[in-house]
């Protein structure tokens, strides 16, 4: 029996002796080291660009710039970034030149050597400024308004007309930086057999390699990408930084090349969690029933397009929550700006919907005069509800369930007996709910591939699994082997995983979406049995590979009608704080995190996830704000950006795992990565609201802006 | 071209003589000149604990160090703890408990908490939350962390009845 | 990045320090705990042609017990003065400052004198040093000597500051009366982290039960630690109660001397506005 036990994964060993290699462990003296010259400023026109001392410089080998890049166009989705820009510079952190040298310093010496000449060009920071018909062009080839994606469900303008109670609220959200620890870094040369081998960090090296390939004009099979140990993602390594860079100046150079960036270069190059602004305005009858719920949200995507059609799109399908309401009319925007640009973080635009959805519940509560929880239990979806893209929920709708034992759960009461608070400290608790889907969304092909080999070795069964799953630190190379194990009823020992080489191992699809579990898990699961029923005998070597198609989903059409995913997993949270009304500063002393999780095939994995995603939602909540300014980073390093430490993540945080099996997915399993992050800032909104009565409406909830709200609602705190 | 320094290292109990420019910083030193990468650069502000070393003992951070302030000094990397067959204890428990997932906050935190432990060998939660206020990790939440600090505290007191 | 090239030094005595002091005619920088001057290095903010490391200098290395109070070495290290059984017994109020400051390992190397030659705006150990009414002891190139009151030095623009030629030799924080009430209270954006305002008050207790010698000293309000002089005399020469805290703290943020820090982690208005509560916190947490 593997799955549901709660093994020690086995990377752990190198990671505790420090013999794992992360991708700047592999730099090696000898090779040729490389520094990018960023541009540093938000939007210029290169007018000329001078790399004459850099190339006379010490050690240099060669400096690089557009005209080197054979085809010099990629993009996760849409294709309009430049590995290195030859014309307009869009955001601070495009590059415009790559130096090659004999050492670091050497390279980093003439990269500041090389000599840009720019014209500054009118900026364009404000997503909503942006959409203005005079707006100066981000791209001169395309309007700055990215997508408008709308969802109409019923008639919402009638329906709020008939409405007894209708409340009305904007809320701003910012961006937030994955702050993997590991900065970007990687290597790369040329193998015996002429191929490029890029050895990095990334979510998904198939599609690396293909967007590689792209740019240097290159057959997929001529280039090879490989994983080192990867030092986190969340999301954050989903689209190309370091990479296109190190395989450019190995195949122009014939030669083994290494770079590694600093967290500034990190922090500058690239993408981040789009900042959203939404209004929203919903309407319920007196008795529970939400009748209606219109949102408009605009969203700043930055110089590049990156993932914003996701991400858009899984704002607009979350912003009205997990609850049945009939009418619905939401209008998305997601513009190019000089801001950086903003792609997929954990969460991929359900934190933002929630934080709206889950707040107007609150505020509805308030104004009907109804607990909370009453409005909810009138509400949240229940299994066969239309979802307001015109079609059944996919089926599984456990939101009531994970709410239900949340609720039951906070209300027992935290394990030890509360502290007295001092004067000007309020307690207040605070809940939330939400869904979030589990694999690519809108129609995006979906699936993966495993091969499952059998064999003996001195005559015991022995299993190797080849799937291209990302180890970013999930746990996920350890779930698959535990998937497989089962399957195939052998011992984990006898199970070998080969996944972070392009030529070894087949796509699995990205670590994004909550997804390898369930994706993978039933590839693997798949191909394991495949095997088995091609088997004649152990002493016979056989293999199998299947590629696990999910159930279709659709594109949304010009109503927002369509299939948006194939499963959701759901969430309730329930949070406890204290916040000095006279400072302030906000404590979480308490949370319940309640997770629909299908099956856990490794409880310790799926509890680690909820973990660490907590902390990521208190970092989201209060401690972690990136300030761009005119295009500028005014929060460029880990002094500046506040990332919470032990001190901040509360003691008291009960998780609950509830296991009600996911029709597709392997035993069950459907997938729990990013969904402690989707309701959690709503739920720690409404607990300030319990304790001061102030309705804070924009993230983070710094000291600053929780003392502002408070002073604003004037409540009197009385000092006993 | 300034003038090359020459240095006297004890790292991992063996001794290093080395010249270097006084601008190497010590974590450059140990993971570039002695190819000893377990401690890992993270932040470079000295303000997420990855690079942590333990300098006669006492944990510092190696990106703020210059590798010729330790002259005369010993090092221990985290590749000194444990043996070729057996782990140390805090990396046992670490291991045990899940106290990690990506791991490259691990080593730098192995070496504060080694160090803790033998001032600290029967710690409050406390004491251990104000040591661990001194790493990030971006991965876990810190409770595993916790869980490990303590299942460590546990075990090297128990061996040492 | 990396640090430009610079040549290096590391002295044993005085001595030699203020000699090559006097070699690099001001283009050379003290490196102690290195916490404050390696990051500027790092980040090119600073670019001096020699560093001098005072680490080795044993002289610079000592905790005396001077004139009722600690004098404290420039190469004493935070966490050396922070477990020292004679700076608790004297002057327990630096202790308790110097365990706000960042985290363990930063205070393992980085030394209390440095931080306050550093002149840090918000640091704990300065803020400490002007309440106190420390003094701080300087070597020149030319063999001078001098003594300034901490609350002079840490001000860029008074002519007590620190010169270019010159070495701090050591700080000296009066000693603590028994019976003197002393407190420190910070808040913060996160832990461990910097403080958005800090303040540190000491007062004594006269033969009536009143406060007297109120010294009140506060971060975050100003470019440098400050003397809130309002505030002490609104607490001096009365009944040290809760209520009498709170209404003299009310001082703290019309002080004419104020010009808070507005940064990426509060706004002016909002260190101006909290000042009261923080200096307020400061004196229950000195009267509990």
């Known amino acids: ?720 | 071209m300034s003038a090359k320094h020459p240095i006297h290292i004890e790292v991992n109990g063996v001794a290093h003589d080395d010249t270097v420019a006084p601008r190497l910083l010590l974590c450059d030193y140990l993971r570039e000149t002695l190819q000893l990468t377990g401690t890992h650069v993270a932040c470079s502000v000295g303000t997420c604990g990855a690079c942590t070393v333990l300098l006669d003992g006492r944990p510092v951070r190696s990106c703020l160090m210059l590798a010729v302030q330790a002259d005369g000094c010993a090092i221990a990397t985290v590749e000194s703890l444990g043996t070729e067959t057996a782990l140390h204890p805090v990396q046992r428990a670490f291991h045990e408990e899940q106290g990690l997932q990506c791991g490259f906050c691990t080593p730098g935190l192995l070496l504060s908490v080694t160090s803790f432990l033998a001032d600290h060998p029967d710690p409050t939660d406390d004491e251990i939350l104000a040591m661990l206020g001194g790493h990030l990790c971006r991965c876990t939440g810190y409770r595993n962390i916790l869980r490990a600090v303590r299942a460590a505290a546990e075990s090297m007191a128990a061996s040492a009845v | 990045m990396k640090p430009v090239d610079f040549e290096y030094a590391a002295p044993r005595t005085v001595d030699e320090t203020l000699a090559l002091l006097a070699r690099w005619g001001g283009q050379a920088s003290i490196l102690a705990g290195g916490q404050s001057l390696v990051p500027l290095l790092v980040a090119r903010a600073v670019r001096p042609r020699c560093v001098i490391d005072i680490s080795r200098v044993a002289e610079l290395d000592a905790i005396d017990e001077v004139d009722g109070g600690v004098r404290i070495g420039a190469a004493v290290r935070q966490a050396t003065c922070e477990s020292s059984p004679l700076v608790q017994r004297v002057c327990p109020l630096l202790v308790a400052a110097i365990g706000w400051v960042a985290s363990p390992p930063v205070r393992n190397l980085g030394t209390v004198v440095g931080s306050i030659a550093q002149r840090n705006a918000i640091s704990q150990i300065p803020t400490v040093a002007v309440a106190l009414g420390a003094r701080v002891r300087i070597a020149a190139a030319d063999g001078s000597r001098r003594t300034v009151p901490a609350e002079s030095f840490v001000d860029a623009n008074s002519p007590a500051t620190l010169r270019s030629d010159e070495l701090v030799l050591d700080c000296w924080f009066p000693g603590l009366p028994a019976g003197t009430a002393w407190g420190f209270y910070e808040v913060q954006r996160r832990a461990a982290h910097y403080a958005l305002v800090g303040a540190a008050v000491t007062y004594a207790r006269g033969p009536s039960g009143n406060a007297t010698a109120v010294r009140v000293a506060a971060s975050g309000l100003a470019a440098r630690p400050i003397r809130l002089t309002g505030v002490e005399a609104a607490v001096d020469g009365r009944a040290p109660t809760p209520l009498l805290f709170s209404a003299a703290a009310q001082r703290a943020s019309d002080d004419p001397v104020l010009d808070p820090i507005d940064d990426v982690h509060a706004t002016a208005a909002y260190r101006r506005a909290v000042a009261p509560t923080i200096v307020e916190r400061a004196f229950l947490a000195a009267a509990s």
Request: charged share 20%; proline share 6%; with cysteine.
């Open chain 1, 1 to 720: 029996m593997s799955v549901g036990r709660a093994v020690a994964r086995d990377d752990a060993y190198d990671k505790v002796t420090g013999r794992a290699a992360y991708p700047a462990d592999l730099i090696r003296p000898e090779m040729l080291h490389l520094a990018a010259v960023f541009a540093r400023r938000p939007h210029a026109r290169i007018v000329a660009l001078d790399a004459t001392r850099a190339r006379d410089a010490a050690g240099v080998v060669a400096v690089l710039t557009a005209a080197d890049v054979p085809y010099n166009r990629f993009g996760l989705d849409v294709a309009d970034q430049q590995v290195l820009c030859d014309d307009v510079v869009r955001y601070v952190g495009d590059r415009v030149a790559l130096v090659v040298a004999t050492s670091p310093a050497a390279a980093r010496r003439a990269a500041a050597l090389v000599h840009v000449t720019y014209d500054d060009l009118p900026l364009v920071i404000d997503p909503l400024a942006a959409m203005a018909d005079d707006a100066p062009r981000v791209h001169a080839d395309r309007p700055n308004l990215m997508h408008h994606r709308r969802i109409v469900a019923g008639d919402v303008e009638s329906a709020l007309d008939r409405c007894d109670v209708v409340v009305e609220a904007t809320f701003t959200t910012s961006w937030q930086e994955h702050a993997y620890l590991q900065p970007e870094a990687g290597t790369a040369f040329i193998d015996e057999q002429g191929r490029l081998v890029v050895v990095s960090a990334g979510q998904w090296i198939h599609d690396d390699r293909r967007q590689i390939a792209q740019v240097l004009g290159l057959p997929d099979d001529r280039v090879v990408v490989r994983n080192a140990q990867v030092g986190g993602a969340f999301g954050g390594r989903e689209d190309l930084s370091i990479q296109p860079l190190v395989a450019l100046a190995a195949w122009t150079l014939k030669r083994p090349v290494a770079m590694q960036w600093t967290r500034e270069e990190s922090i500058l190059g690239h993408h981040k969690r789009h900042p959203f602004t939404i209004s929203a305005t919903w309407g319920a009858q007196r008795d529970g029933t939400i009748v209606a719920a219109r949102s408009t949200l605009i969203a700043d995507g930055g110089a590049y397009a990156s993932s914003s059609s996701g991400v858009l799109n899984m704002a607009i399908t979350t912003v009205q929550g997990p609850y049945a309401i009939p009418n619905v009319l939401t209008d998305g925007y997601v513009c190019y700006t000089n801001n950086l640009p903003s792609g997929a973080f954990r969460g991929f635009g359900a934190p933002q919907g929630h934080f709206v959805a889950e707040s107007m519940i609150a505020r509805l509560a308030d104004a009907l005069g109804l607990d909370a929880t009453v409005l909810r239990r009138a509400n949240l979806y229940r299994e066969g509800n239309i979802e307001p893209t015109g079609e059944p929920l996919p089926s599984g709708v456990h939101v009531r369930d994970v709410f239900e034992r949340c609720l039951e759960r906070a209300r027992a009461g935290g394990a030890s007996t509360p502290r007295r608070l001092a004067p000007a400290v309020r307690r207040g608790t605070g809940i939330a709910c939400g869904m979030k889907n589990v694999g690519f969304p809108f129609g995006y092909p979906e699936g993966a591939t495993a091969t499952v080999e059998l064999f003996a070795v001195d005559g015991g069964p022995r299993a190797r699994v080849r799937t291209a799953a990302a180890e970013v630190g999930q746990g996920t190379h350890m779930a698959l082997r535990q998937i497989a194990a089962e399957a195939l009823s052998l011992p984990l020992a006898a199970v070998e995983l080969v996944a972070d080489d392009t030529s070894e191992a087949p796509d699995a699809g990205s670590a994004s979406a909550s997804r390898l579990t369930l994706v993978a898990g039933r590839a693997v699961k798949d191909a394991a049995e495949a095997a088995l029923r091609e088997q004649v005998s152990w002493s016979i070597p056989c293999a199998a590979t299947v590629t696990y198609r999910t159930p279709p989903t659709t594109a949304l059409d010009a109503r927002g009608h369509g299939r948006p995913n194939f499963c959701y997993g759901y969430v309730a949270q329930a949070v406890e704080v204290e916040v000095d009304c006279k400072t302030g500063v906000v404590r979480i002393v308490r949370v319940v995190s309640a997770h629909d999780v299908g099956r856990a095939i490794n409880p310790q994995l799926v509890e680690g996830q909820i973990e660490g995603a907590i902390a990521q939602a208190v970092g989201y909540a209060l401690t972690e704000e990136f300030r761009v300014e005119r295009g500028r980073v005014l929060t460029p390093n880990f002094t500046t950006y506040l990332l919470p430490t032990a001190l901040d993540v509360p003691h008291a945080i009960e998780t609950i795992v509830v296991e009600i099996p996911d029709p597709n997915g392997p035993y069950g399993a459907r997938g729990v990565a990013e969904m402690a992050l989707v309701p959690f800032a709503a739920a720690v909104a409404d607990a300030i609201h319990d304790a001061t009565g102030a309705w804070v409406c924009d993230l983070p909830f710094t000291p600053e802006r929780v003392f502002r709200a408070i002073a604003a609602t004037r409540a009197p705190v009385a000092v006993p």
